[in-house]
């Protein structure tokens, strides 16, 4: 096996409101990813998906970047970061040049998008994305591969994601205050739908749903690109407070009545299943609370229809309303609850699946599930190109740390006073 010191070093990070997780992978000889270490820790410090508290998400990012390095065996320098908390925005920017009726070469092609650059400013807001789309010849829209083509006009659509500049920076300062570099930070659902969707269902058109802990994000691939985002204040995490509020139990004893009993969809099994919680503040050697599991899904299916009806009303809101055949891919760690995909099925009236991150040799099983979509997603973006326009990293938002390591990490938090 090749030294892995020698191979280029990817790592993604992805800090969400529930968890930090990171993935240190490298290429083999085919060019496959192949995973090196990985590392999870519980988030801190992070609400409904903007850092709240620099400190306690720094130490949480530190640890997790360094639990994968043991495993791996190397140290990184820098990271893809993602971006999935509210005020995202897509929009589209179109960009036309004359060419006088001649064949279209590749010089064309690099003067076009040379002039797009300027196109895709978006004031005050920082640009994540700027994907060339399709192009255009003298009006006649969607043409993929211009070259070799005569025409008298070339244009291009260019798809921009942006995304208020504040929160970004407190990502980004979070991140070098854990002594690492940011490669660039990239909006969550584009790197989720690179992860578990189909080529041919973002050609096609499918709305890609993210049940984060405590957002969710709505967005709609058509044509191979993410052409619309919706992003709702409410998340998996959402339903365990309402457990533990219901019940009066511990955040961490209703995750597990959640998971272990909860379901989107009621039986009529579930009057006659008893469930023992223990409550809050509760004595030593009390007699646990027992309550029926109807009582735990009335409980769940509440904030279940709730999130379902405005994930319907962002899909509405998207055009998202053609053929009923219209794929709707779940994912992330709310779309581990039992029956999810079946209930939101019957509620939107379309075909609805749960999307798993592809494979990558080495994944070990904990990450192969919805929850670390985004996170396989941002190692498949880095090692296979943007296709961006520019280079994705912030710019002067961003200031690249140089490479220290583990050891360089350590020794400046100690000098930073922990």
């Not at 609400?47 to 709240?52: A, M």
């Not at 400013?121 to 192009?135: E, F, M, N």
């Not at 019940?247 to 998971?259: H, I, P, S, T």
């Not at 909860?262 to 509760?282: K, L, V």
Request: charged share 20%.
């Amino acid at each position: 096996m090749a030294d892995p010191t020698s191979q280029p070093l990817i790592t993604a990070l992805d800090i969400g409101s529930s968890k930090v997780s990171a993935l240190i992978v490298a290429p083999d000889a085919d060019g496959r990813l192949r995973v090196l270490g990985s590392g999870q820790r519980e988030s801190q410090g992070v609400k409904r998906g903007y850092v709240t508290d620099v400190d306690g998400s720094e130490v949480a990012v530190r640890e997790t970047v360094e639990s994968a390095e043991r495993m791996s065996g190397v140290t990184i320098d820098d990271v893809w970061a993602s971006f999935g908390a509210g005020g995202l925005t897509s929009e589209d920017a179109n960009v036309e040049v004359e060419l006088g009726g001649h064949q279209i070469e590749q010089s064309d092609i690099t003067e076009l998008l040379r002039h797009g650059r300027t196109a895709i400013d978006r004031g005050d807001r920082v640009v994540l994305h700027a994907h060339p789309a399709l192009y255009t010849i003298d009006g006649v829209e969607g043409v993929r591969q211009p070259i070799g083509l005569h025409a008298e006009r070339l244009g291009v659509d260019i798809h921009v994601i942006a995304a208020d500049p504040a929160p970004l920076r407190n990502l980004d300062y979070v991140i070098r205050s854990a002594h690492l570099g940011v490669r660039a930070i990239v909006a969550s659902p584009v790197a989720a739908a690179l992860a578990c969707l189909t080529p041919e269902e973002r050609e096609l058109g499918v709305a890609l749903v993210e049940l984060g802990a405590e957002v969710t994000n709505v967005s709609l691939h058509v044509g191979g690109m993410l052409v619309g985002l919706r992003s709702i204040p409410l998340g998996a995490r959402d339903i365990s407070d309402d457990i533990a509020c219901a019940f009066g139990v511990q955040r961490r004893d209703a995750e597990r009545l959640k998971c272990f009993y909860g379901s989107a969809m009621t039986s009529p099994r579930d009057n006659h299943e008893m469930i023992e919680a223990n409550q809050m503040g509760a004595e030593a050697g009390t007699e646990p609370m027992r309550i029926t599991r109807a009582q735990l899904m009335t409980v769940i299916r509440q904030r279940v229809e709730e999130l379902t009806n405005q994930v319907d009303n962002a899909l509405k809101g998207l055009g998202f309303t053609g053929p009923v055949g219209r794929q709707v891919v779940l994912t992330g760690g709310g779309a581990e609850l039992k029956n999810i995909a079946d209930y939101m099925q019957g509620v939107l009236g379309r075909a609805v699946r749960v999307g798993r991150p592809k494979t990558i040799t080495g994944l070990p099983d904990a990450h192969s599930g919805p929850a670390f979509a985004t996170l396989v997603g941002l190692a498949m973006l880095a090692a296979g190109g943007t296709g961006d326009l520019r280079d994705l990293a912030l710019g002067t938002v961003i200031e690249k740390k140089t490479g220290q390591g583990f050891m360089g990490r350590l020794v400046s938090a100690m000098k930073g006073g922990f």
